[in-house]
């Protein structure tokens, strides 16, 4: 049996910010930034209509509990830079879950690794 991340939904966000870029993949992101260093996350969103899938910014509910995992100054250390044409190193939800050695969220059947 495996035990995923338990989902809390508080709808504010506390940490990280709503990041527009012009990013190959994705068009906004949740950026966490330290003085000039940043690290944009992603998360992989699905329309069951259209049957397409898009990357985007962090639930924010999630946004907190990542920031406020006792792992994150370590992992931002290793993972974040400086911009490059006003992209972020990136990084996707779930790989950060791994990292900081959460409990993933319970994957679904349309989930890709990019």
Known sequence: ?????????VPLQLYGITYR???PLYDECTL?????RGLAVIQQRFDPETKMSWWSKV???LANDLYLSSNFP???K????????GIYPTITVR???????MKPMKKEKWEFDP
């Open 78 to 85: 290793e993972l974040s830079g400086l911009p490059e044409y």
């Open 74 to 76: 370590s992992v931002f």
């Open 1 to 9: 049996m495996k035990a995923f991340y338990d989902v809390l939904k």
């Open 32 to 36: 966490y930034l330290v003085k000039d």
């Open 21 to 23: 870029c012009d990013h």
């Open 59 to 61: 639930d924010p509910w």
């Open 95 to 101: 790989k950060l879950m791994w990292k900081l050695r």
